[in-house]
């Protein structure tokens, strides 16, 4: 990492009084792990703090420290605005399109856009939350036992349980000292990677019961019917591109999310080595990781799926 980077964030940190933190819109347990990280931190380093994400913390998160500090929007002043695991401002959501960009941009993404005035962007690390665990203690913040969760969740659910390419021994490094910190790995494993509500279940059976595949492709679908059918609350797919992801004989797995506002949120997963799916998320106006992307595409389920489909094939080349 750069130490110019780290050294400029900390001072920053060390003069700051009132800090907003915020991450993407529909937050994964990597923004929710990273916010509430960094937020309980400069809490406890007697800093005012507010914690936003535009949609909430769904529930399978709401077992960790600070969650019921995060709002919907911001109030008030800050004197210090940081956005972590996001990769383009637009992503942060509505409440703030009209305002200033992040004076702190932390992030994992390689397609990250840089768009903060200080970037500390680290296309190697496996989450934004293993950042964190690094630069927390550079900064003068200790990891507590709920901080150390929070972090660990994190690293938990980019790594699918440490099961991407991209695991490194500094991953599991990273995960043995939070473990020494309080976190209890088996616990927050289950909840954030086995446990599935009554309501998701029976929302991943409408995907899987959509499940299509040829070219290279394999796909399923999930309409704001399903959604309402399952009772489930949550406006994503219940990381249901995981199980998608794990089907032998294609290249690529995808998952097509339709909203309620006549948008279509779309997951990329690459099943084999080599396959770069960050740039086609890209080319939609999203971004990721060459292993795992996503975007989210204005239009109609019928006008968007062909489209995306026949556009991942031709820039994959798969046949």
Known sequence: MNSGIISQIKDRLNQAQSILIASHVRPDGDAIGALLALGLALQNAGK????????????????LQGHNQVQKE????WDTFISVDCADFKRLGKPFQSGPKPDINIDHHITNEKFGKIN???GEEVATSAILTDCLPLWGLEITQPIAAALLTGIVTDTLGFRI???TPESLRQAALLMERGADLPDLYSRALVRRTYPAARYWGAGLSSLERSDGLVWGTLTVADRKAAGYGGNDDADLINVISAIDGSQVGMIFVEQSDQRVKISWRAIEDGVDVSQVAKHFGGGGHAAAAGA??????SEIQPLVLKTTREMLGLK
Request: glycine share 10%; hydrophobic share 40%.
């Open 165 to 167: 390419s991209s695991t």
């Open 74 to 77: 911001p109030k008030g002043e």
């Open 48 to 63: 005012t703090v507010q914690m936003v994400l535009q949609d909430g913390v769904p529930a399978s998160f709401r077992h």
């Open 120 to 122: 500390l962007i680290v």
């Open 296 to 301: 989210d595409i204005p239009g109609s389920l």
